[in-house]
């Protein structure tokens, strides 16, 4: 495409810079082809300066950039819904020029909730934002496009609309239930996306797709505006290409700007103490090589002057138990009366997942949460003496599709990362490498409840040292 040509013009006004900088910007060589299947965005976008909304900046071009990678990576992918034009958003603000997907259970304002289910997709769309879209534009942040999942969440694709595909290895899955939000990051489509977490949506994928991926402490992001599954154990949280985007989009959705520098210049990690969670280590389920591989890292950490304790974990054993005994009798509350009425609305996975709640007893609920609040202090217990817990992060590396949760691989996908949605600590997916087969894996790290900006800035040292 000539540089004369009026699309490459009608861009260079847009960015507000000059027209040689905007070729030799390293995104051209992406988004040149692709302008003329962006020409409604670039009037779009046009029009919104026009309109007074927008200002002609840079930022405007890594919107392009993203809408560019959206067509020609994300959708391939299935990880795209729907791409939003032109998003509104403030003029300035801490993530000014980070494009940012949105998983598609979370209100958008003009966009249906979609909840994976194609039935919810042809509703009513969404009069306001979610907070954490409202905090993202008053940031400046652009919300580019809702990202796919696993049907409301609940571990398994609806048969009309497939999974959405892992980066890295398009023929394994994204996972989930956070996977297009995954898959997108780890395409390079967008620096991070919202995702939602109730027994490791987003820390799985953000492990079979090689991203980094927090569940922050439990309370710390508001969950209105989004469609629930368990709300005692759902947490809306942040899938990133790094440490530090996850810390500045973090800090934002849960209003706390102090955690925008907590993986700034990271120290070595000499020094830092990481309690070794000995048990899910040794687990019969974890695959040998990941197991080989993590052991491998824990070796790497003691040479660069880490320092490794082992940990009984437990505990976490019988935190974890409690998660489905808690999750059923929640899932039936909000999706009973639907389930009886309209069967037919579900795949039938997610079906036979609802009706299985249906038998589960409100009174067994109601004792594993009295047992979670008695084993709550032994799971803090658990830090003292160190600054992080370490483990891995899923079992297995990214399968051929989304095990159903009640098959036996479904029934250990979350074996690692579920306890955490019961004792409510931050934990974080921190990619440490790829296997023989070329696919990503990760470790996950835990901290003290409340302690996100420490855990963070703890895993952004390791991440240090593992990107040297």
């Known amino acids: 495409m000539s540089p004369s040509d009026p699309l490459v013009q009608a861009v260079v006004a847009l960015t507000g810079l000059s027209r040689d900088d905007v070729l030799a910007d390293p995104r051209w060589a992406d988004l040149a082809p692709a302008l003329p299947r962006l020409a409604d965005s670039i009037a779009a ?12 900046q840079s930022a405007n071009l890594a919107l392009l950039a993203a809408y560019e990678g959206l067509e020609r990576l994300g959708r391939p992918l299935r990880a795209v819904v729907q791409v939003l034009p032109a998003p509104p958003r403030a003029a300035e603000g801490p ?8 998983k598609d259970m979370i209100d958008v304002a003009g966009s249906v909730r979609g909840d994976g289910n194609p039935s919810a ?14 905090r993202l534009r008053a940031a400046a942040a652009d919300v580019v496009a809702t990202a796919s999942l696993l049907e409301y969440a609940a571990g398994a694709p609806h048969p009309d609309l497939p999974e959405a595909l892992n980066p890295v290895r398009p023929d394994r899955t994204a996972g989930g239930s956070s996977g297009g939000s995954a898959a997108l990051v780890g395409a390079g489509v967008v620096p991070a996306a919202l995702g939602t977490d109730t027994g490791g949506s987003i820390r799985l994928p953000a492990h079979y797709c090689g991203v980094v991926g927090i569940k922050p402490t439990s309370g710390l992001v508001p969950v209105d505006g989004v469609t629930p599954l368990s709300p005692t154990l759902d947490h809306v949280g942040v899938l990133a290409a790094t440490v530090r985007d996850t810390a500045r989009v973090l800090a934002v959705i849960a209003d706390r700007p102090a955690l925008a520098t907590a993986a700034d210049d990271p ?7 990481i309690g070794v969670l000995i048990g899910q280590l040794a687990h019969p389920a974890l695959d040998p090589e990941l197991a080989k591989r993590t052991g491998a890292l824990l070796d790497r950490l003691a040479e660069a002057g880490a320092e490794l304790v082992d940990v009984r974990d437990d505990v976490l054993t019988e935190l974890g138990d409690l998660l489905v005994p808690v999750l059923l009798p ?5 999706h009973g009366e639907r389930v009886t009425a309209e069967p037919g609305w579900y795949g039938p996975e997610t079906l ?8 589960a007893d409100p009174a067994v609920r109601d004792r594993a949460l009295a047992r979670q609040a008695e084993l709550l202090p032994a799971a803090e217990a658990l830090l ?9 992060a899923a079992p297995y590396v990214a399968p051929g599709t989304t095990p159903p949760i009640d098959t036996p691989e479904g029934e250990v996908e979350g074996l690692f990362t579920g306890p955490f949605n019961v004792t409510g600590q931050p934990a974080v997916a921190l990619p440490a490498g790829r296997t023989d087969d070329g696919l990503p894996f990760a470790v996950q790290l835990i901290g003290r409840t409340g302690a996100d900006a420490a855990l963070l800035t703890a895993c952004a040292r390791l991440e240090r040292l593992l990107t040297a």
């Not at 993530?95 to 949105?102: D, E, H, M, R, S």
């Not at 997709?121 to 409202?134: E, L, Q």
């Not at 120290?267 to 103490?273: E, H, I």
């Not at 036979?352 to 038998?359: G, P, Q």
Request: proline share 8%; net charge negative.
């Open 45 to 56: 976008l046009q029009q919104s300066i026009a309109d007074g909304e927008r200002t002609a």
């Open 352 to 359: 036979r997942l609802f009706e299985a709640a249906r038998d």
């Open 384 to 392: 003292d003496g160190v600054d992080v817990l370490l483990g891995p």
């Open 95 to 102: 993530l000014l020029g980070t494009p940012v997907a949105v």
């Open 330 to 334: 929640e899932a039936w509350a909000v």
């Open 267 to 273: 120290a070595p990690v000499r020094g830092l103490r």
């Open 121 to 134: 997709m042809a509703g009513s769309p969404a009069a306001h934002d979610a907070p954490v879209v409202a």
